[in-house]
């Protein structure tokens, strides 16, 4: 339900059909292949089919926090993800330990771009991790290449449930207690635009977001004014068909305003879209 009008009631209504306390909470994008914007995947319970947003408008309107799949990680998964993402960032590749420890790549993963906050690893921790790995004679991760991108591969599911007995970094003996604590350190600093370039299996690269207000309807508008594109499949009462209907921000507005929210909600009125929900699939 993305009606600008739609009041508290009508909006806690469809939650609770859906089996949610409330409405707007934890929407879940995907990033983009360019790392500018977020596409939101459709949610019949939220009623867009497919939603854009500006990141830059999400952060000011809301609060980033990880997937509920990427919460669910081990620490090792992050941690071993970690060295696989340095390994290739620094340009030593992911099959010659011999040289890993003796490199002058400094700690740390580099956010490309730099609108997203680096990986900052201390350099204790970043040893400890690179002792672990160099004790593997396997990896789970390996580059794969997309079109323009690249990625980091596993098809290792990323949960001690996993059909595996192969852990995803091996503890250092008699450091136990220390290698510990660099896991978790590297797993708690992890930035939320990881996922865009790594691919596991059991996991979608998504991260959660929760929208200012205290009600639905505050909630909901905050959303909206973050939009910069939206397709919506709107039911023709009189042809029975689904019709495209799709919104634009304009380039004079800016995504994250009250501005912003105005034009989508002159645009939702002039196609009477209020009066077309019934039956359709928003």
């Known amino acids: ?23 707007f909470v934890g929407l879940h994008f995907y990033i983009d292949t360019y790392l500018d914007n977020f596409e939101g995947a459709a949610e019949d319970r939220y009623g867009f089919n497919t939603l854009s947003a500006s990141f830059k408008a999400l952060s000011e309107n809301g609060t980033f926090t990880r997937g509920d799949e990427w919460r669910d990680a081990e620490e ?66 390996e580059v794969s290449d997309y079109g323009r991108r690249r990625f980091l591969r ?42 865009s370039v790594v691919i596991a299996r059991g996991l979608t690269p998504e991260i959660a977001w929760d929208p200012k207000g205290e009600t639905s309807q505050e909630r909901l508008r905050s959303l909206l004014r973050c939009s910069t594109r939206l397709e919506l499949e709107v039911l023709n009462t009189e042809s029975g068909i689904y019709e495209l209907e799709d919104f634009k921000l304009s380039e004079e507005r800016k995504a994250g305003t009250t501005e912003a929210l105005e034009e989508y909600i002159a645009w939702w009125n002039s196609k009477n879209l209020s009066n077309r929900v019934e039956g359709n699939r928003m």
């Open 1 to 23: 339900m993305v009606d600008p009008n739609a009041t508290n009631e009508t909006l806690n209504g469809i939650a609770k059909f859906h089996g949610y306390d409330e409405s």
């Open 76 to 141: 090792e998964f992050y941690a071993a993800m970690y060295v696989s993402l340095w390994l290739e960032q620094s340009g030593l590749g992911l099959e010659n330990p011999a040289v890993w420890r003796s490199a002058s790549h400094p700690p740390g993963i580099r956010a490309d771009p730099p609108l997203y906050e680096h990986w900052s690893v201390d350099a204790e921790t970043h040893n400890v991790l690179m002792q672990a790995a160099e004790m593997m004679n396997y990896w789970h991760f």
């Open 154 to 195: 596993s098809e290792v599911p990323p949960q001690s449930t996993s059909t595996t007995t192969e852990p995803y970094m091996i503890p250092i003996e008699g450091a136990e207690t220390v290698f510990n604590e660099a896991i978790v350190k590297v797993a708690e600093s992890c930035p939320l635009w990881v996922p």
